[in-house]
């Protein structure tokens, strides 16, 4: 029997037009490059029935034409169509800036502006699209992707570590691996337990916001779950889920992919002999334990459901919201004319541009600007703005509009390091790599790695995890002269959280994670991921152009204790390998020349240890007295009207992947944002003079080119009329 099962559970969508033609036409020329270039809106279905009044369009031309006007109408504008003022700005068209675009553009008298760098992402749909071309067609690396880099980092050999993020309509929920993963219910009662334990108005009063019966009925509402059917899920028995730990009728899809390896079957039983039990209610906020994570497929046509398709194109047409891809936010604007009835700075604009060459433009904002930029674009924006650490803006010269010293702190993100070896049985890379009709197939392309286990410190540790959490517990006064700030309120932030994970998180939340791959031809792999890091780096700007990257420092094992779970990782990781008997050859990473502590530290240092890509915290949900940057409404300190809905303000990394967390955040976000009564006072609002554009259609709506080709103009005019 073959090591691959196929699904035939699930129901697949056959209505596709005809295979593409080799010879593209001059209209099919004309479309593509119109469609690239925005000018169509996004309009409901097209169909070959509509369009035959006149001379047939040719089938490729239909397809790339069906293709364009799948836009929703005035939903995607360009430059000249940006209004003078907007009642919400986003800045960020990301996992939480088009969450927050699809849930405050419901109500139709609020008109919603989205700015992001990116393209929009269409010229890559297919790449995208398929599950499996996260790892084959990869946009990492691309003009898709912002290419970031650290600092090189002492504990890792002075290595910078290559951080891809999505520059592109969904951010990086366009390019990351898919899984839904959620936090357990001990890491995020944790959260709320430690905005209560501040005892501070700005945060405990609200704490209750960030509850896991909250969060997870927000997570739950964004989700359209479809359970796992048919034989690929019955390999060494069915493998547990609970439907009830989902939602349905949400905009994302959530389900499997269509084709599983058999290794991966084996599985959970490898996990039991080395001790790791099976997780029989997964995502229901219990995390210890193996099992096969859901996946953001779309099943239906077995495509990657990502906050664009789920939040964004499957609207019907909304006249109130605007998208703007290719604008960068340089800066907010702030009126020094007045300040609200609570003393706060008032923002009335957003400045804007497509690059460091484009002219700049300013709109303004009537109600709130709303930063979902993600742990590097938010404060990235705000130090640009004048709000930061004064010692960082001062020594580039810019002025400081609100001292805030947390901002860009706290800055936290997973480590992992792969074991790998020969395999002995079919691999996704093998598949990949015969070229054969079947990898090419979609069912093969919803593939997408699945398999992993949360284990706790007693595993790790061997039921000595109390002595080294108390280790850990007195090493804080050390943890401390590694804080990347001089702030008082910076460094009682680390305090109290570092606190927080001894005492709460040590005992009771996931310490590694691990992750079994079978993307590369004749190899086998299993990540271990450092949950709760000690460690803690910062971000931050060293140049008044906004256009320039960010300085981006994690301090990846700045505190001793992260090396030595990573380790401790490592070695149970090797337990479970050797435990998948012969299906696995010999161990190619690190290799068996690496056996003792010294040895697996020493290749931690000098290549083993990565990034997870799951960067958070550098906008933190604290106190002001702890070096908060927001407060549990998601309100920037000291200013009036501008928020922060991203992964950034998680106070400390959760044992789990972001997106469904970060989901479940700008669901409740939206919430606060439509609860909040304030408007710019016309007093503060921006000078007609100051905008970059004025005298511009103040009709929501404009007018879209219409193409005028041969016998085909009354069909297309037909469609866009």
Known sequence: MRSILRSVGFITIATTLATVSATPSPLHLDLAARYEENIFPRLPTFSKREAAAEPQLSEEDERVLRRALERRDFTFIDQDQVLNEYDYIIAGGGLAGLVLASRLSEDSSRRVLVLEAGLSGDAVKDRVDAPAGAYYESIVGTDYDWKHNTEKQPMLNNRGIYWPRGKILGGSTAMNAMYLVRPSQIDVDSWQSLLESAQDIDVSGSASRWSWNNLFAAM?????????EAEPWEIGGRFPYDAANHGSGGPMSLSYPQVMFSIVGNWTSALATAGISTLQNPNGGVTMGGFISPSSINPTNRTRSYSRPAYIDSLPPRSNLHILPEATVTKIGFTDKLRSSTNEIIAHSVEFAKDSASTRYVVGVNREVILAGGPLGSPKILMHSGVGPTDVLQQIGLDVVYELPGVGQHLQDHLTAGVAWESRVETAGDVRASNSDFSKSSEFLSFINDAVAFVNASLLFNGNDAVYGT???????????????????????????????????????????????????????????????????????????????????????????????????????????????????????????????????AWLTNSGANTQYHPASACAMLPRKWGGVVDSDLKVYGLANVRVVDSSVYPFEFAAHLASATYGLAEIGSGIVKESTFEVPSGAKVDEKELGRQGKNEAVGRGVSRVVVGGVVAAVLALLA
Do not use: C
Not at 498 to 527: D, H, K, R
Not at 530 to 538: K, T
């Open 220 to 228: 739950k509402k964004s989700e359209n779950f479809t359970a796992p």
């Open 471 to 601: 280790e850990i517990a007195n090493m804080l006064a050390n943890g401390t002269t590694t804080v990347p700030s001089t702030s008082p309120e910076v460094i009682e932030g680390y305090k109290a959280v570092y606190n927080l994970t001894v005492q709460n998180l040590w005992p009771g939340s996931a310490q590694i994670e691990m992750l079994m791959s079978v993307i590369s031809p004749g190899s086998i792999s299993i990540q271990s991921a450092l949950q709760h890091p000690y460690s803690r780096g910062r971000v931050y700007i060293n140049s008044t152009n906004p256009f320039d990257p960010i300085v981006i420092d994690p301090q990846y094992f700045s505190h001793p204790a992260d090396r030595t779970i990573m380790r401790q990782g490592v070695k149970l990781v090797r337990l479970v390998g050797a435990a998948l008997g012969d299906r696995v050859g010999t161990e190619t990473t690190p290799g068996p020349d690496v056996q003792t502590d010294d040895q697996i530290d």
